[in-house]
């Protein structure tokens, strides 16, 4: 990963007190990191930083769409993405992120990279399971879904006329029970 200079911030010239800064993340960064799950994202970032005398105090806001393959029809679509992440930066003896919501910095540090911060911010943002909303709402038709709705445990009785008459004996167990 190249380091991203507009991502580091010089936080030994700022004075104490609010700070705001506003980062536009597009697919570029996520190849900084060789990321490629993501056919395009438009996502804003909202960084607060409260810094105080021992400690600094960051807050991470995301906002926007990555645009991904839908898990089921492989149809791209825009995802909305939203998410937070609240950091407390300390100065100590040596490096430490062992935390996940400390971050410790070697005391005379003087600026800190926020790239990775970022990165983890939008990845983590992503559900485990994407489906296009078309899916959802039945607006998709799509060769994919056709074949997934025969291949169903359901389309499949639509398929065959009859099902084995042993079947509904059975069935009959399920619901006769007291």
């Known amino acids: 990963m190249k380091e991203l200079k507009e991502y580091i911030i010089q936080f030994v010239g700022l ?9 536009q993340i597009g697919k570029t960064f996520f190849e900084q990191f060789d990321f490629d799950e993501f056919n395009d994202a438009d996502v804003r970032v909202k960084l607060g930083l409260e810094k105080k ?13 990555v645009n991904v393959h839908c898990d089921l029809t492989n149809e791209p679509f825009d995802l909305p ?11 100590g003896e040596s490096f430490s992120d062992d935390h996940e919501e400390i971050l ?6 003087h600026e800190i990279n ?4 970022i990165y983890e911010l939008i990845v983590l943002a992503m ?9 959802k709402d039945g607006t998709l038709k799509s060769e994919m879904l056709k074949r997934l709705e025969e291949l169903s445990p359901d389309g499949l009785h639509k398929n065959n006329e009859e099902i084995d008459p042993r079947w509904n004996t059975l069935k009959k167990l ?3 029970k007291k």
């Open 15 to 23: 004075k104490q007190g609010h700070h705001n800064f506003e980062y």
């Open 53 to 65: 005398s021992t400690l600094m105090e960051f807050e991470f806001s995301a906002e926007g769409t």
């Open 81 to 91: 993405i939203k998410n937070g992440l609240f950091l407390v930066v300390k100065f």
């Open 104 to 109: 410790i910095l070697p005391h005379g540090s």
């Open 114 to 117: 926020i790239a990775q911060y």
């Open 127 to 135: 559900p485990s399971k994407r489906v296009h909303p078309g899916v």
């Open 174 to 176: 399920l619901t006769d």
